[in-house]
């Protein structure tokens, strides 16, 4: 089951609350006593079970044998309609996610931390820009009046759909009227008063922290201390047609960390890898990616290098987006082309993404474009394409996050004038001493 709620959704409400549902999910229901008695359920069939929240998006899923199906409808309505939500798993909840957010600070790898920083800095106080971990002061306001007036409003039919693969669709409509039509949700079925609509508003603009990154490593062989720095840039939704040259772009793009080994499709030969990590030794990690959503999309770089080296990193990120709308060389763009058809295909072979696909395209178009669709859009992309949709993100403020030691950090407005250059060259700066 995918509902179309998230952390993008709780700008009236207190931040956090998906987060909480996610960790909240598959406990005990009106049918089910605990946890456990989930498990011993699924495991008859042989199944698993998960719940993941991002930002638009909550799916509760489950894999199993298909001839336990009206068992797993039945447990999947039960576990999105009718939750218990008792003050003791409120509590666990609470403990699960204060160990996270600790965790979250410690880890060596900083990229879920940086994606946070990168949407809110693009997205300032609205819709994806807001927090999808829950801010710690809130995880003692949280409580289960809280969660059911969000849920009264937001797990509603209209946003709600039950994808399945591996299974025949007659079947799974059966199982989905006799278990999810006309059921009533534990929290009533009154009128929905606060959803929020708002479409997100890219503003653009940096988030630093400042953080002593030398003890992160544990082990005995010490991680150096590095500043991760991510520029972005507003792309498109994928409800438009420019997001599939977007995509081959990011792909273009490409990159990864100064460890990756090599290898067909690894990507060696994408512009972050011959351009920034082949030239410059002293990069720990130059990597490109692409968030999307129905209403906006970031294309964001992350890079990262010794403190000292911060302002000539930032400089060459730069750089790499001007070069972006220059010229794209023949081989260059069908080798993006081919690798992000030949991604795509091996990520559908594994069920749970194809359901995933589904469900996701279902929810937000009403339909769902097959791979053979998508491909023949991946192939009919000219370079003309990418330079247009480069110039149109260029002329955008730029997203900037920083975490680190940000002492030779560039300002905001250095990085604006070199993304807004011919050359992404930053202000020249004329110290007379230091």
């Known amino acids: 089951v995918l509902i179309n709620s998230g952390s993008r959704h709780e700008a009236k409400y207190l931040s956090g609350i998906s987060h909480f549902l996610e960790k909240l999910a598959f406990s005990s ?8 008695e989930i498990l011993l359920t699924l495991e008859k069939h042989g199944g698993i079970c998960d719940c993941q929240a991002s930002r638009d998006t909550i799916m509760y899923a489950v894999s199993a044998d298909a ?18 939500l008792s003050d003791e798993e409120i509590e666990m909840t609470r403990m699960a996610i204060r160990f996270e957010l600790e965790d979250l600070n410690m880890r060596p790898d900083p990229e879920p931390l940086l994606t946070e920083m990168i949407h809110a800095a693009a997205y300032r106080d609205n819709t994806v820009g807001l927090n999808r ?7 003692d306001k949280i409580d289960r009046e809280v969660l059911h007036s969000y849920l009264r409003n937001y797990y509603t039919p209209d946003r709600m759909v039950l994808a399945g693969v591996g299974i025949e669709h007659e079947r799974l409509v059966e199982c989905a009227k006799k278990h999810l039509l006309g059921a009533e949700p534990v929290w009533g079925s009154g009128q929905t008063k606060d959803v929020d609509r708002s479409v997100a508003q890219y503003t653009g603009g940096i988030v630093k922290v400042e953080k002593d990154m030398s003890d992160v490593s544990l082990g005995p062989t010490p991680i150096p201390e590095l500043t991760h720095i991510m520029i972005g840039l507003e792309s498109c939704s994928f409800l438009e047609e420019d997001f599939i040259p977007f995509a081959v772009l990011n792909m273009m793009m490409g990159g990864g960390g100064s460890f990756s080994a090599g290898g067909p499709g690894k990507g060696m030969f994408t512009r972050l890898y011959l351009n920034v990590l082949n030239r410059h030794h002293w990069m720990y990690n130059a990597t490109s990616y692409h968030h999307s959503y129905e209403d906006t999309g970031l294309l964001c770089i992350h890079a990262s290098a010794d403190p000292k080296q911060v302002r000539e990193m930032v400089e060459i990120i730069t750089r790499e987006f001007i070069l972006m709308a220059g010229a794209v060389g023949e081989v260059e763009l069908e080798r993006a082309k081919t690798q992000l058809k030949s991604m795509l295909m091996m990520n559908l072979e594994s069920r749970p993404v194809i359901f995933e696909d589904v469900g996701r395209q279902v929810l937000a178009t009403n339909t769902r474009k097959l791979p053979h669709e998508l491909c023949a859009l991946i192939s009919q992309v000219k370079s003309t394409d990418i330079k247009r949709v480069v110039t149109k993100m260029l002329h955008k403020k730029p997203a900037v996050a920083a975490l680190g030691d940000l002492t030779d950090l560039p300002t905001y407005e250095h990085i604006q004038a070199a993304l807004s250059s011919k050359d992404g060259r930053l202000p020249r700066m004329y110290r007379l001493f230091r």
């Open 29 to 36: 229901t009106a049918q089910f006593g605990s946890k456990d």
């Open 67 to 84: 001839k336990g199906l009206d068992t797993v409808v039945n447990l999947l309505a039960d576990v999105a309609l009718q939750p218990r």
């Open 133 to 139: 971990f829950c801010p710690a002061e809130n995880t």
